[in-house]
């Protein structure tokens, strides 16, 4: 054919060429908007992570003494280590309770749907203290729950379920629910529900149904979910302050601490952005598990 | 006692709110037929094979399979597989994943999986395509995943809604044959809906007939192209010409001097529905043969051609009569594309055989 | 037989509902004890109270708690529109588009949760005294900071939602004549309704919870409920918080409630 | 009308200042206060810290180690005589510890706060917070907060060290932690548990301790025989502050003898204005006269900053499990 | 200079990752022709309308709507309307708010809105179902939707991709007669991919047939039914026979004496692609005569009917001929369904006109 050199010989083919990048317009403005408010002021601080802190005075001499104790020191090594563990439990219960509320949620026919998918809210909504002075209240030594399994005649002594990394994940994990439930059930929300009766019609029961379909079609929930849980759990003050006492401490306590009443802004700055590097790591490495499962984080 | 057919409906009908999409379905299928519905869009052919494979509960009636009646049991326990209208692959596995589906719910082990998909692709010509998602496949290739992945698992029950609708002519011919030979082979009762209806004629055992969420007609193909219980019957599969009827002499032997609205005097055979006092006389454009009018003796009738329309292996006539009636009569297109041409003065024979006298229901 | 089988058949259900209603005990678990103790009549907290009282009710009913509780809302309504344009225009981008640095954009649009809010309330402080922009402090200052720190949860919850978005509707859309924004309005934003109320959902409660980065940029008459509560908590905890958060915690649902009514909200976000 | 803003005390103590000391100072002079309850006084100090000194208030209340390190960082500014006049009458030794930024109007110290109904007789010894008796019973105040650099001091002293040599202290922390029903950070976090019963023990500020036991919850508080150390709380001028010479007028309005004696009742605190006379019912408990601050410890201030950083380390490292 | 042709493609390729779609595509299209692509599954037919339509970038070569390169023009400045293999309607909005979707970009006022949104739905016998939503209908109702959707907009170039495909041949009649009035009042340029291959013949101004991303030849209906440029086109379209030629004689009145593989000798007529060494002949089996054995002269050759398959209005015989090979006779079922049998002699006439002379690529 002679399509080609038609093509060379007409002079009216003006093709018209791309002009902006299509994301540009998108990913200025939340960009823009984040250097200012968020990146220019935090790395101002820290700045300071960089600088020695003797003597309760910051001292203008470079250093990376403060990265070397909180990567070095055994104890500083630990609560990464526990602000880590904590979060990744934190982030596993909370996607794993959610998904049934979410799935139950999602196709549920009650009419009572309206006021479920309100009451999710409602952790959030009840105020850090007063929801964890709740906490407090049913699972200290005295409390509900073990004054009701010891009147039960399940327990001789009461349970240790406060001042320890358990109440933290407890605590944490009940307020994080929420996100938790509304993420999955975007996903949910998405997927075409014919799917699951095309493999119930290929021999899957409900379980292998839910294993080889529902889960990894609902994977960008799942993961959204566990990423949201896991960030705020790693960043949460006032429940592993409260529920774990002082006896447990996690990175945020650490830099709440030294921030505000010890003072070392040194090395609050530092541990600030180890937790930053953390976190987001673990979006990077839930992206990566998440594409290689086609579903992009 | 028959045998206990394999897939049988008694009285089933379903309701969508104030919709009725099948109404009061009765019928039994035997193990190893081929059973085709056919019927307009929306009369309720999906909704049937839904409730036989489980995914809709009938509001009414019972489904039985092999002998055993299956009302609320769960789809994963009635070992039907069926082919979606909308394929519903998944989209987050391969083609060969989406094909291994059912045999590892099956739990068939590892070197009979790998032949058995590969077999399947094989036999919907997608080996090569193995490793590609469905959003990467053409349409009809997608069409032919799902297929695969139905046939891949031998089930008892085959249910395809309209498994070669995006694919063409080829390769719909090539996929007829495998789904007789899966039928042959391993006795695979197969309920198939298609709008092709020589698809239909050719591929099934028995027809039914569907319209407005009932059975209109329920027999072989013959019986149904050759004799359609009622109008709808006639005009829905192939083409029909109606002729509507003024005078009737009904005689013993099954057939009646008929006199037509436009005044043409025939004989006809009589049909089953043939009761009432709107009768009218069916015959198909291709039983109706078309002679110069010099030919003509008395069993003719004598017409203009108004249109003539290419069919490609057929000429199409449309012939108006002496009465006024227009009737429509097929050709082969033969040596010549087209024998006669708009003008023409032609003669048709309409024998009494081919035309059927039907109630105008 | 059937019947047998439908009995059969609504067991798994049943038993996953019970699971269901299981969580939503554990959710409200903490909460039923501050609604008790919110109607002790006792001056400090008692569980459980030995005397029934509405007081504290009454109590919260004045300017005092209010005036800080409309700011909250104000804040949160407004930052949360914010953070919903900003962050659902991030996840458009990382999600419909493949570009050089895409990853390093998506990270920085998920870090401010990766950062205790203190941090970013004292970097945020200090860095509108350099700029010279501390007459920012009060509601603007707030406004930018609870966007800022909210954009990551609307980015994350539509990126959600996009991932699941058919883009044949969205061609179909541009094929019969709709312009971009026209197939943003019409058909991709109905189709992420849920992830969108999800993200502003999170950033309006975050914000409007929201005390660390608060604390640094509030103004002398301008606080927030949640700074109200914890300059209340300087002595302790004392029941009229109880019933302050009971409170908001019912405010949120009548509005709920009331959208339901009106609008038929949750089928208008999920459907059928 | 000049304008004057204060940051101070919050909750139901914002009644209290409104009413003993800011409303008389509005009244007798053309003056409107804005008044900002927010923040600790360590978030007070953070927010100066981060603003350079120029927080948004004219006068703010902290404690002596935040006046001394804000003094040294050149963020406050020094309340000389001149100044503030009154000044003059406050206790030298107190002066001197909250060093030239800050001015005294008022003085606590750490008291043993026990529960009435639970502890009996009452403590005499800081020593029965080791006592395994009330395992479990006791709650220790966290590094964060002075009350456990105070405890700290107090360990040392009864094993035989002082502020300065503090290793007898140091030994015997792990045991208090293993005494210990809880070990919390904030003051205000600490009280719930005593409101529960939970607790029974905590060393606690007399100001504090006196407001629970005001408003009703079974518990006392003491000085036991070991003594205790006092907490020096201060008002203070950020350097970039709008209304100086206000105030410093407001300053020395608050430490007054009329307003010294008005605010030590109404805030259950001491007073370290040397001319002050208290009804005995309240100078008994509270320190308001030379001899009660004889018995006090008065910390060195600028030791403990220079400190606190290594303190809060090790002191973790026995804490956290 | 000729007319502007209102959609113009010039060397256009795709390629998905290392798939060729579509490889180096040129044709014109002019201004309310109706154009078909027809080919079999993954050829690229869809690939070419969504480069038309602006879904998909070219990776090479230039598009063209009414003379201007719309390259990287977005979908929404093209003015074109497709009808999507996989429907693509919008889930969350009625039927009626569906159909009115296009008129409302374009602005049309209230009352005309409701008027032609009516109309559409009148026109693919939907009136009735406005209220529903997709989810609530069957699948050949959902596919009118699209249908619907797209035509009433009214836009200078309608891509239809097997707009028809799950409709039942009566409605896919009366959709095709509003497609073709379509056309005809208001000039829409239609571009159109079906698998119906009457369809295409009948309806089609001009036909492209695809294979492997390429055009295999562009003509009208009766170009590619009767003078097929290609064994794969012949193969494609209809049934064709393929003699295998061992021995040929070219004459210069464009025939050509040939001798089969089979020993058969037959007069050809020399196709447009019959060069090279591997030659074939292609007859389609309705244009061979089959006739009783008595009747033969010399123009006949002899054979035996090995299977009788029976296609409704027609049937199919396979006749072994004498020197081994099989061919394929359609014949009209006539009056009798099935004139011969298994088993019996006959006699077939393969006329030179209809004796294609073609290479076998
Ligand atoms: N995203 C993709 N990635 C890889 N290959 C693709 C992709 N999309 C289409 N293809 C391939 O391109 C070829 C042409 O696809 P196209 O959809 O155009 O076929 P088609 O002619 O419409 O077929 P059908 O009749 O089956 O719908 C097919 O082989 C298909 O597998
Ligand atoms: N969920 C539903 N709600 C309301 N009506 C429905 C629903 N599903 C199907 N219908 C209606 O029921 C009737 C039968 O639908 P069904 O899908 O069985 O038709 P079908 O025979 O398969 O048609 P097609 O050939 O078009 O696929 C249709 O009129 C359809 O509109
Ligand atoms: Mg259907
Ligand atoms: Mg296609």
Redesign the interface.
């Known amino acids: 054919m002679t399509g080609t050199h038609d093509a060379l010989a007409m002079p009216a083919a003006v093709v018209p060429r791309r002009s902006v990048p299509g994301y540009l317009p998108l990913v200025l403005p939340p960009v823009a908007y984040l250097v200012i408010i968020f990146v220019i002021p935090l790395a101002l601080l820290a700045v300071l992570s960089l600088l020695r802190h003797e003597a309760g005075l910051i001292v203008n001499q470079l250093t990376l003494e403060n990265y070397a104790k909180l990567l070095g020191d055994t104890y500083y090594v630990r609560v990464i280590y526990r602000t880590l563990g904590t979060s990744l439990a934190v982030a596993f219960f909370v996607t794993f309770l959610s998904y049934p509320v979410a799935y139950f949620l999602t196709r549920t026919r009650t009419t009572w749907k309206p006021v479920l998918v309100a009451l999710v809210l409602a952790p959030e909504l009840s105020g850090v203290v007063l929801r964890t002075y709740g906490w407090l209240v049913i699972l200290e030594p005295e409390g509900l729950l073990n004054t009701v399994l010891q009147r039960l005649g399940l327990l001789d002594a009461p349970l240790k379920l406060v001042h320890n990394y358990a109440a933290v994940t407890i605590g944490l994990t009940h307020v994080l629910l929420t996100f938790g439930v509304f993420t999955v059930m975007a996903s949910l929300q998405a997927m075409d529900p014919t799917l699951e009766l095309a493999a119930q019609n290929l021999g899957a029961n409900r379980v292998q149904t839910f294993l080889r379909i529902t889960l990894p079609l609902t994977l960008p929930g799942i993961l959204g979910s566990f990423f949201l849980a896991f960030a705020l759990a790693a960043g949460a003050y006032a429940t592993p302050a409260i529920l774990g006492g002082k006896t447990v401490e996690v990175m945020s306590t650490l830099i709440y601490t030294q921030l505000l009443y010890i003072l070392n802004w040194p090395l609050a700055s530092a541990a600030a952005v180890i937790l930053l590097v953390i976190v987001l790591t673990t979006l990077m490495l839930l992206g990566r598990f998440g594409a290689r499962r086609g579903a992009v984080l | 006692m028959a045998t206990i057919p394999d897939v049988e409906l008694r009285g089933v009908t379903k309701r ?1 709110g104030s ?1 009725e999409a099948v109404r009061d379905v009765s019928l039994q299928i035997s193990r190893g037929e081929f059973f085709t519905l ?5 009369c309720g ?3 049937t094979l839904n409730m036989i ?3 809709v509960d009938p509001t009414d009636g ?1 489904v039985f399979l092999r002998g055993e ?1 299956v ?6 326990e ?5 082919v ?3 394929y ?5 596995m391969t083609v060969w994943d989406n094909v291994a ?2 045999l590892r ?2 739990r068939v082990s590892a070197g009979e999986l790998r032949r058995r998909v590969d077999e399947a692709l094989e036999k919907v010509r997608l080996a090569g395509f193995e490793s590609r ?1 469905p959003r ?6 997608q ?2 995943v799902a297929l695969a ?2 046939i891949v ?1 031998r089930p008892a029950v085959l249910l395809l ?2 498994p070669l ?8 011919e090539a996929m007829r044959l495998e789904l007789k030979a899966l039928q042959r082979e391993l006795g695979v009762t197969t309920l198939y809906v298609t ?1 092709d ?2 698809e239909a ?2 591929m099934s055992d028995r027809i039914a007939v569907m319209n407005h969420g009932r059975i209109e007609q329920l027999g072989t ?2 019986d149904i ?2 004799r359609p219980a009622t109008p709808f019957v006639a ?4 083409t029909t010409n109606f002729l509507r009827v003024r005078a009737v002499e009904m005689w013993t032997d099954g057939r009646a001097s008929v006199v037509t609205a436009g005044g043409l005097a025939l004989e006809a055979t009589v049909g089953s529905s043939a009761e009432g006092d709107r009768l009218m006389v069916a015959i ?4 109706i ?1 078309l002679l110069s009018p010099a030919l003509t003796d008395e069993g003719f009738h004598r017409g203009v051609v108004v249109h003539a ?6 000429v199409r006539y449309i012939v108006a009569l002496d009465g006024g009636e227009e009737i429509a009569v ?6 010549n ?1 087209v024998t006669w041409t708009k003008g023409n003065q032609v003669a048709v024979r309409l ?1 009494p ?2 035309c059927l006298l039907m109630s105008d229901r | 037989m059937p019947v047998q089988r439908m009995i059969k058949r609504a067991l798994p259900r049943a038993a996953f509902t019970l699971v269901v209603m299981a969580i939503y005990a554990f959710m409200f678990l903490p909460i039923a004890v501050v609604l008790v103790t919110s109607v002790g009549a006792s001056r400090y907290l008692e569980f459980p109270p030995r005397a029934l009282s509405l007081r504290w009710y009454q109590a919260v009913l004045v300017k005092d708690w209010i005036e800080p509780a409309r700011v909250s809302f104000n804040l949160a309504l407004v930052s949360a529109a914010i953070a919903t344009l900003l962050g659902s225009a991030g996840a458009f981008a990382i999600v419909r588009h493949r570009f050089l640095g895409r990853d390093a954009i998506a990270a920085l649009l998920h870090s401010p949760l990766a950062i205790p809010s203190i941090v970013a309330g004292v970097a945020i402080l200090q860095f509108f005294t350099v700029v010279g922009a501390k007459w920012l402090l009060g509601f603007p200052a707030l406004l930018l900071a609870h966007a800022m720190e909210t954009i990551p949860f609307v980015t994350r919850t539509v990126s959600v939602s996009l991932l699941g978005v058919d883009r044949t509707l969205e061609q179909a859309a541009m094929n019969l004549g709709a312009r971009r924004w026209q197939t943003l309005r019409h058909v991709t934003l109905p189709l992420i309704k849920p992830g969108l109320f999800a993200g502003a959902a999170f950033a309006f409660v975050i914000s409007f919870n929201n005390v660390n980065l608060s604390l640094f940029l509030v103004r002398p008459g301008v606080i927030t409920l949640p700074i109200r509560i914890m300059n209340f908590l300087e002595f302790g905890v004392a029941p009229v918080l109880a019933a302050v958060n009971i409170l908001s915690l019912a405010a949120v649902l009548v509005v709920v409630a009331v959208a339901e009514r009106v609008g038929g909200f949750t089928k208008f976000l999920y459907g059928q | 009308v000049r304008e004057l803003v204060v940051n101070a005390y919050g909750g139901e103590y914002e009644e209290i200042i409104k009413a003993t000391i800011l409303r008389p100072f509005e009244q007798t002079r053309n003056v409107r206060i804005v008044y900002d309850p927010t923040g600790s006084a360590s978030a007070d100090f953070a927010k100066i810290r981060a603003t350079r000194g120029d927080p948004g208030w004219d006068v703010v209340v902290m404690t002596a180690p935040e006046s001394l390190i804000g003094c040294q960082l050149a963020l406050l500014e020094r309340l000389s005589e001149d100044r503030v006049p009154n000044q003059k009458f406050i206790y030298h030794e107190v002066r001197n510890g909250a060093g030239p930024c800050g001015a005294v109007q008022e003085l606590q110290y750490m008291s043993l706060m026990y529960n009435t109904r639970n502890v009996t007789p009452p403590p005499t010894s800081w020593r029965i917070l080791w006592d395994a008796k009330y395992k479990g019973r006791i709650i220790v105040p966290d590094i964060g907060n002075i009350l456990a650099v105070y405890l700290l001091f107090m360990a040392a002293y009864m094993n035989g060290g002082d502020q300065h040599n503090l290793e007898p202290g140091w030994a015997q922390i792990a045991a208090l932690r293993d005494n210990a029903l809880a070990v919390i950070e904030s003051s205000a976090d600490m009280v719930p548990y005593f409101e529960r019963g939970q607790a029974w023990l905590l060393p606690y500020w007399d100001g504090r301790a006196h407001y629970y036991k005001n408003r009703g919850l079974p518990v006392d508080f003491l000085i036991p025989k070991e003594g205790t150390v006092g907490l020096v709380n201060t008002l203070n001028v950020p350097v970039g502050a709008k209304n100086k010479e206000l105030a410093y007028e407001f300053i020395n309005f608050w430490l007054s003898k009329e307003m010294q004696e008005k605010w030590a009742q109404a805030y259950t605190v001491g007073t370290a204005r040397v001319d002050t006379v208290l009804p005995p019912e309240h100078s008994q408990r509270h320190v308001t006269s030379i001899r009660q601050l004889k018995t006090l410890k008065i910390p060195d201030f600028l030791y403990i900053g220079q400190k606190r950083s290594e303190w809060a380390e090790r002191w973790k490292k026995i804490m956290v499990r």
């Open positions: 969508f919709v056919l019927g307009p869009s929306g052919k999906s909704t494979a489980g995914f019972l009646c009302n609320y049991r769960p789809p994963f009635r070992n039907t597989a069926m979606f209208q909308n519903a692959l998944f989209p987050h589906f059912g719910m099956r998602f990467q496949l053409s349409g009809g290739q069409q032919r992945r139905a698992t809604d309209e609708s995006n694919l063409d002519l080829k390769l719909r709008h209806q020589s004629l050719v193909a013959v192209y050759e005009s829905f599969i192939g198909r454009p291709e039983k043969q329309i290419y069919l490609g292996s057929m097929d050709q082969v297109s033969g040596d594309a024998s055989q081919h």
